[in-house]
């Protein structure tokens, strides 16, 4: 009798434990640029920003990275296996296959900056949905990335993705978070203005 009380006692215990998963923010965009456009200080730089923005909006606790690739790292590779989580507490992605797959839950209401709040898409002023990623569709490096996020100035280009899902057309590329197309006329917010973003990028919990 005392064994099976025990086996109830510990199943409930671990029930519980299943059902008090961790929901606090564990994804966002960042609200705004650090100032240099594609010029982030690397990817060392770049996860230091996102740092810098969580911890301002309360969050502790957490190793945070930029959802950036490199010629020597994948995106993909940097932001630990998930779950993920919003500012709201609504799941982003289990994991990273579902991350890069038809089944996240990536959308102009749900990929919020660090504060909670929506960035403005296309059809809103100023548009500001191309996120830097240089990444393709699969998490991997993609060519254009602002001299692996060393460049600011008037030469190189950066992929970026669509936090809203929307493009021009009805286009794989156009609804792609990560993977859209390239910035033109160099690496500065104004040259990112220019094709609908402002140099913002998705910053991940990897822990």
């Known amino acids: 009798m005392k064994r099976a009380i025990a086996a109830i006692a510990f199943a409930l215990a671990c029930s519980g434990a299943a059902t008090a998963q961790d929901t606090s923010m564990s994804f966002f965009v960042t609200s705004v640029n650090p100032g240099k456009g ?47 989580y919003n500012a709201k507490g609504e799941k982003i992605a289990d994991d990273v296959a579902m991350l890069h797959s038809d089944k996240n839950n990536l959308t102009k ?15 809103d002023t100023p548009n500001r949905h191309d996120i830097l990623t240089g990444s393709k569709a699969d998490g991997t490096a993609a060519t254009d990335t602002c001299g692996n996020w060393t460049m600011g100035g008037a030469e190189g280009a950066a992929i970026v993705g669509h936090s809203d899902r929307t ?32 140099g913002l990028f998705y910053c991940f919990a990897a822990n």
């Open 167 to 198: 493009g021009l057309n009805d286009s794989a590329e156009a609804k792609s978070w990560n993977a859209s197309h390239a910035t033109r006329g160099g690496c500065t917010v104004e040259a990112f203005k220019g094709t609908g973003g402002e």
């Open 109 to 123: 209401q749900t990929a919020l900056n660090e504060k909670g709040e929506v960035i403005n898409g296309r059809g």
């Open 38 to 84: 594609g010029d982030l200080g690397g990817l060392k730089g770049a996860d230091a920003y996102c740092d810098t923005l969580a911890k301002a909006a309360g969050s502790t606790g957490k190793s945070w990275k930029a959802y950036l690739s490199t010629d020597a790292e994948n995106a993909k590779d940097r932001i630990g296996t998930g779950p993920w």
